[in-house]
């Protein structure tokens, strides 16, 4: 048998020259576009292993056990025979004859409403929503990377998506992720939420120029990006997705623009109420009329396009891990919304004060953590620790890591777009329960909420 080579520490004898082969040229600023021009080609690559013919994604089917163990509360008998009774219902494919069938989840929808229709009324086939209240809309936000923050607002969009809501995705991140995720196509800042905030500004501006000819003065030139965001409404940028009831509205590179540009319009207008641009805009369009839930996936930083979502949201969620620098840095997250949220209503509110008008309050339905990727036998004493000090706010339901999640994001999926056959029934019901929880315990947050409004609506 050969002797045994010994591996030794890297910083031990290193040949230089042969640490001069391998390093390779300097590097320039061209490089930088070639290293960028080869993701793209990879990414591409990745991304359209999921696509169908026609270049888009598509969701995959859902079986007859699937159906009756997670998304329509009755036993596989009783679902089959339903059909058996109805053949203008959705009746799903087989490969072969006995063999099980296969649902698209559009079809499932309709199966749903049918039972709502003629089931028991003892049970509930669709979710509660009371009628004529708004859609909710929920941040998801930390400014630390690598939380989890991305694929918690993904899957809690395809949680509620399956429970039957009607779901919009906003991307705020200019990386894009979650557009990858939901399979979306953005040519440039012009399709993201760019020009929902330039309209904002842009009617401000209108406003601020009558104001200006009934003093007498001359009005301020709209500038071509101004003009053009003022033809563009919200319906026009939602593109729809491989989900029936998710669309979206997504965010590529160029979108970090407006990072720039909104101190900018600032400056000009200071009066203007930036943290308000995605909300109005959202509301004057009609989009809360539209969907049950908007999901704002937020960049890792707190800059002009987080303070919007966060100021448009009603419910904040901060996914953050077990780990004291992850505590730490969620710690100063809450600080810095503090400031940022507090600084505003101060200046708003002197100037409230002054010309005897209502003052300004920020104000969610709920702010949750939630702690993701946990491994309970290394981080349960944290995690008890980080629950004794943040109490109610951090949720007591913690999103365990399984080898489901790592999959999911090779294949730029979420876990409830993963096939169980790839896996075995056990094994995906073991992968998706960490995520079948985290959705509860946020529903359990949403039902509240509306219910609280319900009650209030009715007292008044």
Known sequence: ???????????????????????????????????????????????????????????????????????????????????????????????????????TLDEVLRLRAHFAAEGSRAKEYRPYRPEGLPAKIVAVANFKGGVGKTSTCAHLAMSAALDGYRVLVIDLDSQGSMTSIFGGQVADEWATVFPLLARHYARHQQAENRARVDRGDSPLPL???????????????????????????????????????????????RSWKLWDALSESL????????????????????????????????????????????????????????????????????????LGREGLAFEWDAVRAVITRYDGNQQAELAALMQAYLGPVLSPHRQDFTALIGQAGEQVAGIYEADYRDFNRETYARGRQTFDETYAAFKRLLVGIWRREDLARAEG
Not at 81 to 90: A, C, F, G
Request: proline letters at 7%.
């Open 1 to 103: 048998m050969a002797p045994e080579t010994l591996t030794l520490p890297p910083y031990f004898n290193i040949d230089p020259d042969q640490a001069l082969a391998d390093l390779g040229a300097p590097a320039g600023s061209a490089r930088f576009a070639e290293i960028a021009a080869a993701c793209g080609r990879g990414r591409d690559d990745l991304a359209g292993r999921g696509l169908n013919p026609e270049g888009r994604k598509e969701l995959r089917l859902f079986s007859t056990w699937e159906i009756t163990r997670y998304l329509i509360p009755v036993a596989p008998a009783h679902f089959r025979r339903v059909l058996r009774q109805h053949p203008d219902l959705p009746q799903g494919r087989a490969a072969s004859e006995g063999a099980a069938r296969w649902f």
């Open 223 to 269: 500038d071509d990006t101004l003009s053009e965001a003022l033809k563009l409404e919200a319906g026009a940028l939602v593109q729809k997705t491989h989900w029936p009831n998710i669309d979206l509205i997504g965010a590529q590179l160029n979108l970090y623009w407006a990072e720039f540009q909104i101190p900018v319009w600032r400056m000009q207008g």
């Open 283 to 354: 509301e004057a369009d009609g989009i809360l009329d539209q969907y049950d839930l908007i999901f704002l996936d937020t960049p890792p930083a707190l800059g002009y396009l987080t303070i919007n979502g966060l100021a448009a949201a009603d419910i904040l969620l901060v996914p953050l891990g077990a780990s004291f620098l992850e505590f730490d840095s969620t710690g100063r997250f809450f600080d810095m919304l503090h400031s940022t949220f507090a600084s505003i209503e101060e200046a708003e509110n002197m100037a409230a004060r002054a």
